[in-house]
């Protein structure tokens, strides 16, 4: 993940979160946005490749 893409990922939560908390969102909207990020890191092979090296 390049450093841009961390960034804005890192921003989305904690957007997604802001949200959540002035109840703008469901609740349990932060938990699955946490999670989604080791979700798509395994879906794409990148933590199996980088295990691996």
Not at 3 to 23: C, E, H, M, N
Not at 29 to 34: M, N
């Amino acid at each position: 993940m390049s450093r841009k893409t961390a960034i804005a990922w890192g921003a989305a939560v904690i957007g997604v979160a802001l949200l959540d908390i002035f109840a703008v969102l469901p609740s349990g909207s932060t938990q699955a946005a946490v999670l989604t990020l080791p979700a798509l890191a395994v879906v794409s092979g990148n933590c199996l490749r980088r295990a691996a090296a």
